[in-house]
Structures are given as structure tokens and as C-alpha cells.
């Protein structure tokens, strides 16, 4: 379940681009760039035991819209590239009826690399246990999604497709939200840049990075100059200023895969509201079972509206007036004080001496 650009494929992949320039041209670097990116999974993840009782599986058409319940009944003549995505639609842990599922706020979930949909289970269990409905897919070239290897905008295109669909799922605006893990966060920003304030609750990162050139330049080729070869770019931290939504950024601080300091990074490159949650001990993947707590309790004052109505307080907080009063002068006498010793809090002794003064 690790995001697999990690120090090691990334110094890989450094390699391995001025290889593909030469050798193959733009199209293999590519090709090449998106396979070591992406990593994705066909095959089920080993520790999968099947969808919670009560969820949706189904396949959506990107291009307009359109769902059926089996991969057996896509149209089989179509035509041109990839567009059926395989989507989960889980209700939130006890939302049993339709009325319960309408109010439990809803999550566009969108995983890393490597994994598909099976290797979220645990993750997405924990989510819905905290009351969230989750609606999670496979990016093309994933799972039983159709395609063989994905793209940066095949996965822009894919989680669009999504969060339309989900916005006919859960009507209320206040109660949709978009979370990303790993690259599944920097899908997640792109996606946050066209939806307004008003028509989501918010945004969620865990464990994502700033852009894939930043990872290039944290590994240990860092230091050759290969950031124009790179195609697939995931320019988070560019994107994140046009995302007007409350955010949530969520890092281990143990991540030895994407270190946490780039989640600060979008942090403080993120406009307002804003919050930025590092669990101490936590690595690349187990957030969740590190301490989910102060996540959770976050996400839900995010779906709850909190975040915005704190910003607003604050905006609208009347401006602290500051009078000047004019006081006479007043004529003392010449006072001498001995020197006085003072105990200050901290345990050090300090001699302050207080000099005679007399009015002016």
C-alpha cells in the first residue's frame, strides 16, 4: 500500500529517463515515466475479504456519466481509448437506510499507487467507522478498471467523473468531501481547483507530496538537472493557492517515503481555512492506526462547517480601539527604594533595582 516513487525507484527513474530520451524518444519516456509513477495493480491485494455489507459496486462511464452494474455488461463496442472506471460505494458504518445514508457526510476517496481499491480496505474501514460514507475508484489502468497504464490526466479526467456522481449521491454540498492519499492527494488538489466554496465541505490530504520533481530533487540524483524530462509533474504545491476550500493536511512524521516537511509545504503555500495535523510515530501508510482521533475529530468539524465558520469569526471579529487618555502631570517626591530581589518562575534569581525618580 506504499507509494512506490520512493528513494529508491526515484533514483531508478532518474536514471532511467535520459535512457528512455535517448534510446526511445518522448513517447517511451513517457510511457516509461507513467509505469514507474503508477505502479499500478491488476491483481487483488492478499488481504482483502470483500466489501462491507451493504455497498454499491459498479462501473462509470468517464466520458458521460453513465454506470452498470457488471464489467460483463460495458458495451463491448464502443470504441476509442479506455473510459470505465471500476467505483465502490460504501455507506457509512450503521447508515442502514436511506435516510441515515443521506446524513452521514460523504467521501470521494482516492487512492496512491501500486494498490488498487482491495489494498484501501483497512483504510477506508476506518473512515466509515467514523461515520463516513465513502465512494473510492480505481484510476484506468487499475483493478478492474479498463486501460493498462494510467496518466496524469486520465486520473484528473477519472476523479471528475467520480465526484459528479457523487454530488448526485449526496445532495447536500455541506456534506461532500474530497480525500486523497499519497498521489492520490495530488489528484485530489487538482480535482478541489474546479470545485467552489459552497459545493463541497472540503478537502483532505494524507502523505502527499509537493510535485514529482521535488521528489526527483529529494532523492539521491537530486542533483542533476532532469526536471524537463519529467511528463507526469503533479504540481501540488502550485495548485494548492487556486483552492479556495477548507483543507486538512495529514503527515506522519515517520514517512520515509514522502517526508512530512512537503505536506508542510502545501500547508503554508494553502490559503485559508486551513489546518495541518503531523501524527508523531507515523509512517507512509498507517495514519489510521497511529492516531486517527485528532484526524477524524478534524474531518468531522470540516464536514460539520466548523472550519469555515472559525475563518469567519475571525474576519469578522471587530478591530480592538485604542484610546488615548491624557493624564496631568503629577509631582512626587524623591523616593529611595533599596535594590529588591525578585523570584521568577523559571527558578533563576535576577536583582532588579529600582532607581529613585521623581515626577515630570
Known amino acids: 500500500m506504499r507509494f512506490e516513487l520512493n528513494?529508491?525507484?526515484?533514483?531508478?527513474?532518474?536514471?532511467?529517463?535520459?535512457?528512455?530520451?535517448?534510446?526511445?524518444?518522448?513517447?517511451?519516456?513517457d510511457v516509461k515515466q507513467r509505469e514507474w509513477i503508477f505502479n499500478p495493480s491488476k491483481t487483488d491485494?492478499?488481504?482483502?475479504?470483500?466489501?462491507?455489507?451493504?455497498?454499491q459496486e459498479f462501473w462509470l462511464d468517464v466520458g458521460n456519466g453513465k454506470t452498470v452494474a457488471t464489467r460483463e455488461a460495458i458495451p463491448s463496442d464502443?470504441?476509442?481509448?479506455?473510459?470505465?472506471?471500476?467505483?465502490?460505494?460504501?455507506?457509512?458504518a450503521g447508515a442502514e437506510t436511506a435516510a441515515a445514508q443521506a446524513n452521514a457526510p460523504a467521501l470521494l476517496y482516492l487512492h496512491g499507487a501500486r494498490w488498487n481499491l482491495t489494498g484501501s480496505t483497512w483504510r477506508t474501514?476506518?473512515?466509515?467507522?467514523?461515520?463516513?460514507?465513502?465512494?473510492?475508484?480505481?484510476?484506468?489502468?487499475?483493478?478492474?478498471?479498463?486501460?493498462?497504464?494510467?496518466?496524469?490526466?486520465?486520473?484528473?479526467?477519472?476523479?471528475?467523473?467520480?465526484?459528479?456522481?457523487?454530488?448526485?449521491?449526496?445532495?447536500?454540498?455541506?456534506?461532500?468531501?474530497?480525500?486523497?492519499?499519497?498521489?492520490?492527494?495530488?489528484?485530489?488538489?487538482?480535482?478541489?481547483?474546479?470545485?467552489?466554496?459552497?459545493?463541497?465541505?472540503?478537502?483532505?490530504?494524507?502523505?502527499?507530496?509537493t510535485s514529482i520533481s521535488d521528489m526527483v530533487k529529494n532523492s539521491q540524483w537530486g542533483f542533476l538537472p532532469v526536471s524537463f524530462l519529467i511528463t507526469q509533474r503533479f504540481e501540488s504545491q502550485r495548485k494548492i493557492a487556486k483552492v479556495k476550500l477548507p483543507k486538512l493536511f495529514i503527515h506522519g512524521t515517520a514517512d520515509r517515503i514522502v517526508p512530512w516537511r512537503m505536506s508542510q509545504a502545501l500547508y503554508e503555500a494553502a490559503p485559508e481555512p486551513k489546518r495541518l495535523i503531523k501524527v508523531e510515530g507515523a509512517g507512509h501508510s498507517n495514519v489510521v492506526w497511529?492516531?486517527?482521533?485528532?484526524?477524524?475529530?478534524?474531518?468531522?468539524?470540516?464536514?460539520?462547517?466548523?472550519?469555515?465558520?472559525?475563518?469567519?469569526?475571525?474576519?469578522?471579529?471587530?478591530?480592538?480601539?485604542?484610546?488615548?487618555?491624557?493624564?496631568?502631570?503629577?509631582?512626587?517626591?524623591?523616593?529611595?527604594?533599596?535594590?529588591?530581589?525578585?523570584?521568577?518562575?523559571?527558578?533563576?534569581?535576577?536583582?532588579?533595582t529600582v532607581q529613585p525618580v521623581a515626577a515630570q
Open 78 to 92: 464502443k470504441g476509442g481509448e479506455a473510459q470505465w472506471i471500476h467505483v465502490w460505494w460504501m455507506p457509512a
Open 290 to 352: 497511529t492516531d486517527f482521533e485528532p484526524v477524524k475529530q478534524a474531518a468531522l468539524e470540516m464536514a460539520g462547517g466548523l472550519m469555515l465558520e472559525r475563518q469567519a469569526d475571525r474576519l469578522n471579529a471587530p478591530a480592538v480601539k485604542v484610546q488615548t487618555v491624557k493624564v496631568p502631570a503629577v509631582t512626587a517626591p524623591v523616593v529611595k527604594a533599596p535594590a529588591m530581589t525578585a523570584q521568577l518562575p523559571a527558578g533563576g534569581e535576577h536583582t532588579m
Open 45 to 55: 491485494w492478499g488481504g482483502f475479504a470483500g466489501l462491507p455489507a451493504g455497498s
Open 125 to 209: 474501514q476506518k473512515w466509515r467507522e467514523a461515520g463516513f460514507s465513502i465512494l473510492a475508484i480505481d484510476y484506468r489502468g487499475f483493478g478492474q478498471s479498463e486501460g493498462d497504464m494510467p496518466s496524469e490526466k486520465q486520473a484528473y479526467e477519472d476523479a471528475q467523473a467520480a465526484w459528479n456522481w457523487l454530488k448526485t449521491k449526496q445532495t447536500d454540498p455541506a456534506k461532500r468531501l474530497i480525500y486523497g492519499h499519497s498521489l492520490g492527494g495530488a489528484v485530489a488538489i487538482e480535482l478541489a481547483t474546479h470545485v467552489k466554496v459552497g459545493e463541497a465541505a472540503g478537502l483532505i490530504t494524507e502523505a502527499t507530496f
Open 7 to 29: 528513494r529508491r525507484t526515484v533514483s531508478v527513474s532518474v536514471a532511467g529517463m535520459a535512457i528512455a530520451a535517448v534510446v526511445g524518444g518522448c513517447a517511451a519516456l
